[in-house]
């Protein structure tokens, strides 16, 4: 079985089942830091880099809370703007690699453009974790999104999805491939323009994934054990957040999830993931139905990324 | 006694004079790690979680500094525009604090609008420190104050406060409180348009505060024992250093503590405060005569603020 | 010999053999945390406070990279942005060290005016290192030059050095201080409007440094033995990526060092160093010639960076 000693997360497309377990595995014998709110001493000697080059809330926070509470330390940048600011704009990959592979012993990359941190691994002589580039793959936060299914519903297997929202985003790449590793069937609803791409269709199929695609969440909601939605109205921060204000409510209902079609057409025992920030896709009186399972995965976040940490520096095996 | 185990500090309002006690109390028990320049070990198991919607300077990387102090963690973001841009102006207090929650184990927060922390901590399950709340209150801050004043009069009792500026301020709230919970008498300087709110009148007039306002520094001076000042012409930062720089100076000299003044007419051991930065109210000469105690508050500033620390996260009671 | 406990870095002007010699080997005797990356505890109970003016990429992750492998604190503004907007261009330096200096032990400070690290170092009670200011000095990128080379060509004495690029840069006013304590003589080549001002001349000649002005690279790399490189275009962080790489190419062939002409022209044990990020003034065709001693560097930056915080901090000497 390959080890993750010093393994590069860039893709979900490599994992393997057992890949998963592994994580998981040590997610929860290192839990009991998050649970009891302790930090310990497993990562003291190390330190983690963050280079994002988009700003960023959950992941930032939560990979740098998971390096923490297992006693490590942190530096790096969380906005480009921050730097010589368009320096890294106008600077190779490869030059602010060979830089920042000697101020800590892993690196964890957001990028604006795909396929930006595969080339910051091709340089570096320390781990890269794909913490988000542009279109391509989010691995790390699918990962928390399957640890949370499988928390919450006991296994992976034998399950069918319901993906909402906009199938171009990176998320929706990675949780592509994670669902064919596992038996799970898959309907997509998503605005025409926002659908999977025939390309990733393709990648799709090629990998024997059983999906469909529907209109609207509502014809199909009734057959979904997990309910993944992204927003179709991205956030605008050109505007203010008057105007924004104004312009909610402009998600179509066929792209957003109700109480009342919870209550009406789902599964009883249906759970609902969002990644958040979330517009009005999902209103807030979702918040205190059983189906939602999107708070936890923040605490999942810290649980799953200590486990990364911990298994890329070789503090667990 | 109510124990500071967990608790939010949300405003002065309901701080009794035990409780101001403990925390200096506390802070005295601290103050080595400070002095001695030497952090501990004694929060190293802990995460602090830093939600500032608006830059800061002294408040934040005060609170940070004690809590590295102590030997504690730090994560968070400085700045909004550091994050996913504008979301936090889109994301519910809520949706943002059900995640912050899980990066730490306390959350200090400044925001721009008065009451957020009050709504963070109503859904945090850590607890949540209010560092400047729009036009709220600034209870730190006031602590700190109150410590430097214990600290250098000897005493909270039988002692006349002058305020001098934007009444309207945080400060000036927290402090009114504070004010009232000790034998301290008060007078109020500002513009008519910065005046003292009819409610807040109100508010200090029930809880027994004996205040009165003046139209000047000058007239009001001779009686304080202690000079606290805000400034009443803000900082403007849309424009550039030559042009603000153009505009020093306009503070009207009702609103000012010059040397003179302090020589002339202010009691000999009266003690001037000032949360900085300042503009022109308070010239440079004045550093260096005995009545200056702002220095010190940066001090004091850590030595509060690991007090605070500590005694919330249990590892002083 | 005079101790570097509690010492400013502000310049390398008063900075003698020995004084270099100390950190080199101060710098050999931490390298392990760094080539075997592990964090040590060595500056564990200290903290460094970094405040930066202008945004920085190497300087600052490197200097705080080093605080954390010897197991320090950082805490720290990365632009006065984050911090009240332009409250630091407002209020004087002294009153912000005044608050700084109780926040950690060493402030490492970068700001845009020439003498602001010396004004800090004025009103502080804790050492101040300059991590650049404006148009000044940059002692710690220089010492990281010399160890390179120190390392690289086993000695600082009797070499040539040929410097390429824009004179005025605060690089080049410390390398001619480093230069002028060793036997090394130098050939400086600059378009005319960067060249060396007269000023800087003359200081030059008064501590006897032999040196001499070239046109051209190409005439004056024969005799060197160390090539080091600034650029002459600066990046314009206020235009797109499309529009400034539109622009690249744009150094005239003059202060340009190639591949071809380190084959053709160079000595063949010549060494380029570039403290980074470059423009087209070294293209990366040069990374993979033996000639390359510039990716080297960050990592030495952290070894000198650490060698620096343990001896001004007194964990070293």
Redesign the interface.
């Given at each position: 079985m390959r080890s993750f000693l010093g393994r590069d997360i860039l893709s979900l497309k490599d994992f393997e089942r057992h890949d998963y377990m592994r994580i998981f595995q040590v997610g929860e014998e290192l839990e009991p830091y998050?649970r009891d709110?302790?930090?310990?001493e497993l990562l003291?000697?190390?330190?983690l880099?963050t280079a994002f080059y988009?700003?960023?809330?959950?992941t930032r926070?939560?990979t740098?809370?998971a390096m923490?509470?297992l006693g490590g330390?942190?530096?790096?940048?969380?906005?480009p703007?921050?730097?010589?600011?368009?320096?890294?704009?106008?600077?190779?990959i490869?030059?602010?690699v060979?830089?920042?592979?000697?101020?800590?012993?892993v690196i964890a990359m957001r990028h604006f453009q795909q396929g930006a941190p595969h080339e910051a691994a091709k340089w570096s002589t320390?781990p890269v974790i794909n913490c988000g580039d542009g279109w391509g793959e989010h691995p790390t936060q699918v990962l928390i999104d399957m640890f949370t299914i499988w928390r919450e519903m006991g296994t992976l297997d034998g399950l069918h999805f319901l993906l909402v929202g906009d199938m171009r985003m990176r998320t929706m790449h990675s949780i592509g491939y994670a669902m064919s590793k596992f038996d799970i069937s898959a309907t997509f609803v998503a605005p025409p323009e926002m659908s999977l791409t025939e390309e990733f269709k393709e990648e799709l199929l090629s990998v024997n994934l059983v999906f469909d695609e529907a209109e609207t969440t509502e014809e199909a909601i009734a057959d979904a054990d997990v309910i993944y939605m992204e927003p179709v109205v991205q956030?605008d921060?050109t505007r203010s957040?008057v105007e924004?204000?104004e312009d909610r409510g402009l998600t179509p209902a066929a792209y957003r999830v109700t109480r009342e079609m919870l209550r009406d057409r789902a599964k009883s025992d249906a759970i609902v993931l969002h990644s958040?920030?979330?517009?009005d896709e999902l209103p807030?009186d979702v918040d205190d139905t059983r189906h939602a399972r999107y708070?936890v995965e923040?605490?999942n976040?810290?649980v799953i990324r200590m486990a990364l940490l911990a298994l890329i520096l070789g503090a667990a095996e």
């Open positions: 998050a709110r302790q930090n310990g003291m000697d190390k330190t880099v988009q700003p960023s809330t959950r926070l939560s740098e809370a923490h509470r330390h942190v530096v790096g940048f969380s906005d703007r921050m730097t010589r600011a368009g320096d890294f704009y106008q600077e190779s490869k030059d602010t060979r830089m920042l592979e000697y101020y800590g012993d320390v956030a921060y957040r924004v204000e958040l920030p979330r517009m807030t708070w923040a605490y976040g810290v």
